[in-house]
């Protein structure tokens, strides 16, 4: 069963730093990865998405990276700013036909707090 | 563009009754609809995943019976909770797919929080 783990649960810094987001998967055949951000009562926003031959996205300040072999995904936010500041979630993609069930399913992790000082 | 609705964003109700979420697509059409509920400090979980004018498929442990979805158009899904109980307080999150096989990332709903007294 796949599990997506994601550390640290929450992490505060101060504005300006960069700083790094793990995520760490048990299953490597996954089909997509996904990064998202979710304000607090409200629904998700697409980061990036990396396809699993892919080894990394970027958007603007956002980097991540994905390593399939060692079930690992890290996102990189440069410069960070308050209005960083939400809950950021990865999430793997099921490949179809294999686990069975939905096409396209997500699985989640618990998420990361992140919290940028001004 | 691709923005999707959800209505009511967040509903109170007493325990024993049945409540109604719909989800909708605003600008596109959705191949296929999936309902996720997360409690707090946990993860989002996948309920069930529904394509337009099938029954929808649910995941390990989700009742069917108690948790009724209804995918009528290509536009709006339905999650109706069936006599809900307090343990059912939660926030209900849908999502939708325009359907291009692994390209195209699923677009996420606001959510509704239920609270059952």
């Known amino acids: 069963k796949q599990e997506v783990t994601q550390i640290p649960a929450a992490l505060s810094v101060p504005e300006g730093e960069n700083l790094v987001l793990n995520c760490s998967f048990t299953d490597s055949a996954i089909y997509n990865l996904q990064w998202f951000r979710q304000d607090p009562g409200k629904g998700l926003t697409s980061l990036l998405l990396i396809q699993s031959s892919q080894r990394e996205q970027t958007s603007g300040r956002l980097n991540a990276s994905l390593d399939k072999s060692s079930g690992r995904s890290t996102l990189y936010i440069a410069a960070s700013q308050p209005g960083d500041s939400a809950t950021y979630l990865c999430?793997?993609?099921?490949?179809?036909?294999?686990?069975?069930?939905?096409?396209?399913?997500?699985?989640f992790g618990k998420g990361t707090k992140l919290s940028v000082k001004p | 563009g691709a923005v999707v609705s959800q209505h009511p964003s967040r509903v109170i109700c007493k325990s024993g009754t049945s409540v109604k979420i719909e989800c909708r697509s605003l600008?596109?059409?959705?191949?296929?609809m999936f309902w996720y509920r997360q409690f707090p400090k946990q993860s989002l979980m996948l309920m069930a995943t529904s394509n337009e004018g099938s029954k929808a498929t649910y995941e390990q442990g989700v009742e069917k019976d108690k948790f009724l979805i209804n995918h009528a158009s290509l536009t709006l899904s339905t999650l109706t909770v069936t006599s809900a109980h307090p343990e059912d307080s939660s926030f209900y999150i849908c999502?939708?797919?325009?359907?291009?096989?692994?390209?195209?990332?699923?677009?996420f709903g606001p959510g509704t929080r239920l609270l059952v007294l």
């Open positions: 600008d596109f059409q959705a191949t296929t």
């Open positions: 999430a793997v993609i099921k490949p179809w036909g294999i686990y069975g069930g939905s096409q396209g399913n997500l699985i």
């Open positions: 999502s939708a797919w325009p359907g291009l096989a692994g390209l195209e990332t699923q677009y």
